[in-house]
């Protein structure tokens, strides 16, 4: 929920035709933590401004760490303002959930108010990520965490599990080392870029690469593997680098499906509306 603020006295001075500035920051941190000793396995966090951080580790407690920022006149302006941003952090033990919100203004943007998470995770711990005006940097999960941005990059390290994230007006950058066997790894975004790395995989797994405005496909797999592929767009050019092919149909500059290695094979599907569809050998 947002919440309106009295701003009179800003607004005053700005019909009398002086202009306030907001340079000053301020900013307050704070940690709560959570033992997993007491059955917490769920974080569901939903942030309006701000990048989060996740990383897994093999850890006794759930550490959460919280920056409030904003922008004043003064610093002490800055200070008061602090106040403005609600976080609520609340952990139920009868169902384990830990839930993250953080509450702005709707008015002064140009003070910046921000609410940056820094959260340190058992790798097995459930998820479910949100971020407005805001990236989402996680890494070394072996369970499968839900990400969504709307105006913020996702970025994607040291999975052990399925991949599933989808941004509107960011970019998805994601490095797996193994694809785990029948894994799947769905990208999808409006206007941003995909950049997909992995370093190994078997013939068990499905990849979807969906790109529905602006913005290019790039997916580097391993030189060995062996695939069913269809990649197609509406506005740009498919390009396949190092791998040898067999053309199925159709075949055009548009839409290009067939096989790269015998049977079995995995499965890759990338579309982009406008941006070019790249397949290449990794390293």
């Given amino acids: 929920m947002r919440r309106w603020l009295v701003v009179l006295p800003i ?7 002086c202009e ?14 959570f033992a997993v000793a007491d059955g917490y396995n769920i974080i569901d966090l939903d942030n309006d401004a701000g990048d989060v951080t996740v990383t897994a580790a093999a850890v006794d407690s759930i550490s959460i760490q919280y920056t409030k920022s904003c922008m ?4 002490r302006d800055a200070e008061d303002h602090l106040n403005d941003i609600d976080v609520f952090v609340e952990g139920v033990k009868s169902t384990g959930k830990i839930t993250i919100t953080a509450d702005f203004p709707m008015i002064e943007a140009t003070r910046e108010y921000k609410a940056t998470f820094n959260i340190t995770v058992p790798a097995d711990i459930s998820l ?18 839900t990400l969504e941005t709307t105006n913020g990059n996702i970025k994607i390290t040291g999975f052990t599990c399925d991949v599933d994230a989808t941004s509107t007006k960011g970019d998805i950058e994601c490095t797996l080392n193994k694809l785990p066997a029948s894994g799947n ?17 078997d013939t068990t797994s499905t990849i979807n690469l969906t790109a529905t405005g602006k913005g290019k496909i790039e997916a580097a797999l391993p030189a060995d593997a062996r695939l069913d592929f269809d990649l197609q767009l509406v506005s740009g050019e498919i390009y396949i680098y190092d791998f040898n092919f067999i053309q199925g149909s159709p075949w055009s500059n548009k839409h290009k499906i067939g096989t790269i290695g015998v049977e079995p094979r995995s499965t890759i599907n990338a579309t982009s509306e406008d941006g070019d569809v790249i397949l290449q050998a990794g390293q």
């Fill in 11 to 17: 607004l005053a001075v700005l019909f009398a035709g």
């Fill in 20 to 33: 306030v500035v907001f340079n000053k920051p301020a900013s307050e941190t704070y940690t709560e933590k």
């Fill in 72 to 75: 004043g006149t003064s610093e």
């Fill in 128 to 145: 479910d990520l949100v971020a407005d005006k805001g990236s989402i940097d996680i890494s070394g999960m072996s369970k499968t965490p």
């Fill in 185 to 201: 790894v769905s990208l999808s975004t409006s206007d941003g870029y995909q950049i997909l790395n992995i370093g190994s995989m």
